[in-house]
């Protein structure tokens, strides 16, 4: 029967479940991970993202953990399974994992001191060393990052083939090192004998990230600077990499995750700083559509290895 | 002569009955026993368990989690094979293999660097088997150094070797083919040398009686006993070598590797059914092919 007080209890008990379905989420997802993508080596991955979980922590109200992946791939497989929600990618890795049908948002990604969101693939090769030129490099090696690194591997192929020369067939060898680090260090090593590698700006490159953290030496000791590697070529502009989540995850969550990485420059400055050593500005919204250059370059290059 | 066997008269025995209380005490004191041991046997149970959960847990191995997304394996096996419909067979088996040619040359080069490690692996372990057999060792030191020498060559994982000797040598199949070639030193030198433990001793003994010195008794006592064993555990190496040189290509050490590397980290699916395809073939046809050579070597041997 439909009185004035099973109404009103009604309407009380639907006001009572309103916030208890806006919390519903916290019992569905306890926990968070965050995937990071191993740009440097895993320890310096680490101290980089675990201010910026410990801040997401606070902000989102459940515990966000670190994931450093071992491949860049492992992190698209994460969140094509569901078990990483929130992941730092590259460009070319975020476009790999939309293309093969990963249901994902990009959220922010990262403005450098030189105000532009985004970067440069560039070929580095010893500055005491002969080439000059991409035709010098003829039957050398080349030091790649990771297959879905983009200024390790896609840009470097897109960009180089725009410039009449096929990667696989303009160099001896080429191989995969890892991560950046590990292929700057091929290069000083001189197993390789050109290196692939990010440029964001003429004072934060992986060469002077690498220095500040002496990774870099010469022969005799002294530490090795920019001016001790030559850069030969340089691709076009790359949008910057972005945090990206699931787009299945409860809408109240992502929307405190988007506001917690937007405020971040301002609410927690230090961490933020930490993430690129102080060198970024702010982290600006990004949408799919930011990345459809970088789709289309892949799907260039997927062509291409086909043809060549 | 005739023997005439004398059938024997076994005269009963009559077994006196313990006293009760002295049965009891034994039966008690059986129980007793039975009951320790079984209570050790439990002991040692649930320590294990409790080790291996723990081991579990620190390792972070969840068996829940696995039974929950053993459904997402099977996907990505499901993804891996591209669509294949008869009435279009050729065409998608070709679409499928489209790197055919540059996969068969670049596992052919996978193949040559097993072959290569497994002959200077094996060559490496025969020498140094000897020396590190219990039974033949000509010094106690020597022995040690051997068997210590095999354990840092198999202990040190082939992908470590690779990458030092590509910073030392650059890159390419030879820096493969040395760090399989080590590691199979150190596999080979211990399970021949163990082999060399089981021999039979008398064919030395002779032999040193005549005078003969250690390389001849090893070349005409040892080596005609061992020959098969050996060369069932080169072949099998060669198996393992080939597997083992797929992924050198990882590195940078040639082979089919960095290509199976690029397709599963791009998702070229098929590609990657494809490859990993033509490895298992490869080894079943070397499996196939092994066993015949040394039922082969085996049959000539019985037939000597």
């Known amino acids: 029967m439909l009185d004035r007080r099973t109404l009103l209890g009604a309407a009380a008990l639907a006001l009572a479940a309103f916030p208890a379905a806006a919390q519903d989420w916290k019992a569905r997802y306890p926990e968070l991970t965050l995937g ?80 532009a969101s985004g970067y440069y693939s560039v070929l580095y090769v010893k500055a005491d060393s002969p080439y000059r030129t991409l035709e010098d490099l003829k039957g050398r090696n080349l030091a790649l990052v990771d297959p879905n690194s983009t200024s390790g591997n896609q840009a470097p192929r897109f960009f ?55 990774m870099l030496k010469n022969a005799d000791g002294s530490p090795m600077r920019q001016s001790d590697f030559r850069v030969i070529f340089r691709s076009e502009f790359l949008p910057e990499g972005p945090f990206a989540m699931l787009a299945n995850l409860p809408d109240d969550l992502k929307g405190r995750i988007r506001e917690a990485l937007v405020a971040m420059p301002r609410k927690d400055k230090a961490a933020f700083d930490r993430l690129s050593d102080g060198k970024d500005l702010d982290l ?3 949408t799919l559509k930011d990345y459809q250059p970088i789709i289309e370059m892949l799907r260039f290059n997927d062509e291409q290895r086909k043809r060549s | 002569m005739a023997v005439r066997i004398e059938p024997v008269r076994i005269e009963p025995v009559r077994i006196e009955p313990l006293a009760p209380e002295r049965a009891a005490a034994l039966a008690g004191a059986y129980e007793g026993a039975v009951a320790a041991s079984r209570r050790r046997s439990l002991a040692i149970l649930v320590a294990l368990l409790a080790l291996v959960l723990l081991a579990g847990w620190l390792a972070e191995v969840r068996p829940l989690t696995l039974a929950e997304n053993i459904g997402g394996f099977t996907a990505y096996l499901g993804r891996l094979v591209p669509p294949l419909a008869p009435a279009t067979l050729p065409a998608d088996l070709a679409a499928w293999y489209w790197g055919l040619p540059k996969w068969l040359a670049l596992l052919g080069e996978t193949l040559l660097m097993a072959y290569l490690a497994t002959l200077l692996g ?16 000509p010094s106690r030191s020597l022995r040690f150094l051997a068997r210590r020498f095999l354990e840092v060559c198999r202990t040190v994982p082939e992908v470590v070797f690779a990458l030092i000797f590509v910073i030392a040598f650059g890159l390419g199949p030879m820096v493969g083919v040395l760090a399989l070639a080590i590691h199979s030193v150190g596999a080979l030198g211990k399970l021949f040398s163990e082999v060399v433990e089981n021999i039979d001793l008398k064919p030395v003994e002779g032999l040193r009686a005549t005078g003969a010195s250690w390389v001849e008794t090893i070349r005409f006592a040892v080596v005609p006993q061992v020959l098969s064993n050996f060369a069932s555990y080169g072949l099998l190496r060669f198996e393992i070598n080939v597997r083992g040189a797929s992924v050198m290509g990882f590195v940078g050490a040639g082979g089919i590797g960095q290509e199976l590397l690029v397709a599963i980290r791009n998702f070229y699916n098929a590609d990657v059914s494809a490859i990993l395809l033509m490895i298992i073939l490869t080894v079943v046809a070397i499996d196939l092919a092994t066993e015949r050579l040394r039922h082969a070597i085996l049959g000539r041997e019985a037939a000597r």
């Open chain 1, 36 to 115: 990071v993508i191993p740009a440097e080596n895993a320890s310096g991955t680490v101290d980089r993202y675990t201010p910026l979980t410990a801040y997401l922590s606070r902000e989102i109200g459940v515990p966000v953990k670190l994931r450093v992946a071992a491949d860049y791939a492992a992190v698209i497989e994460g969140q094509r399974a569901g078990n990483i929600q929130l992941a730092f990618y590259g460009p070319a890795s975020f476009a790999r994992a939309a293309m093969t049908g990963v249901r994902i948002e990009p959220i922010v990604n990262q403005k450098h001191d030189n105000g």
């Open chain 1, 160 to 214: 180089l083939q725009k410039a009449g020369h096929d990667v696989d067939r303009l160099f001896g060898k080429t191989f995969y090192a890892g991560s950046h680090e590990n292929a700057v260090l091929a290069l000083v090593q001189g197993t390789a004998d050109a290196a692939a590698n990010l440029w964001n700006s003429e004072t934060d490159t992986m060469v002077t990230r690498m220095a500040a953290k002496g």
């Open chain 1, 284 to 286: 600006t919204p990004v």
């Open chain 2, 122 to 137: 094996g060559i490496g372990a025969f020498c140094l088997c000897f020396v590190a057999a219990a039974n033949l060792a």
